[in-house]
């Protein structure tokens, strides 16, 4: 039941970062998140992210609040299909980025559960991808060679087999990652997934 979910996708949180942290409690946090604080107005619509200064993409360039903006467009587009879309174009009404570190979001009504919905606790709606290198290789190249800035990198990938992900040297939040290699397997078979866990 687990692969059926959302988070069967898990290798998602160790490719990005997400507009906002969790603790592991699964509240929102401003530790292990791209938002370092956010605000919200008094009539619980506009909600203001300070987005961290200096996170890398694996190519080295700076993620910034046109990024986030981005992203966030993209998954509430009307042909998305991520888990939390619908749900995300019924609360959200205008993204606006003020400076490179500063994304507003209006809400159509008040929305308490906003940083929740854009947490890695909740689902990958609030993952974080790079504009410049998405346009630059389009959806196809991105789904063969994804990129975020994440503490581990995309090594190689099969559609349908395995998903190889390799560690950087240091994440800005993570610190040195504790495995080197991950490696996810898509085992279709679960007599084969048994006994590969067993062997």
């Known amino acids: 039941p687990w692969q059926e ?8 949180t160790l490719l990005y970062d997400f507009l906002v ?7 929102p946090s401003t ?9 919200v107005s008094p009539d619980g619509k506009t909600w203001t992210f ?12 700076e993620l910034t609040a046109q990024d986030a903006k981005w992203s966030l467009e993209m998954v509430t ?17 205008e993204i606006e980025v003020t400076n490179p570190y500063t994304l507003v979001i ?18 990958h709606e609030g993952a974080i991808l790079p504009r410049a290198y998405y346009e630059k290789v389009g959806a196809d ?3 063969a060679k994804a990129m975020g800035s994440g503490p581990y990198t995309w090594a190689k990938g099969q559609a349908g087999i395995l998903i190889q992900l390799e560690a950087m040297d240091r994440h800005w939040a993570e610190g040195i990652p504790k495995f080197k290699t991950v490696t996810y397997r898509v085992i279709p078979e679960e007599s084969t997934r048994i006994a590969m866990l067993q062997t």
Do not use: C, M
């Open 106 to 123: 209006r809400t159509k009504e008040p929305s308490i559960f906003l940083p929740q919905d854009l947490s890695l606790a909740s689902g």
């Open 77 to 93: 587009r009307p042909e998305s299909v991520a888990g939390f879309a619908a749900r995300l174009r019924g609360t959200i009404q």
């Open 21 to 27: 942290g969790a603790n592991p409690d699964g509240s």
């Open 50 to 61: 300070s987005l961290r200064k200096g996170i890398k993409f694996h190519d080295g360039t």
């Open 31 to 39: 530790e292990n998140g791209v938002s370092e604080k956010w605000e």
């Open 5 to 12: 979910t959302a988070f069967g996708k898990g290798y998602l």
């Open 141 to 143: 190249g991105f789904a």
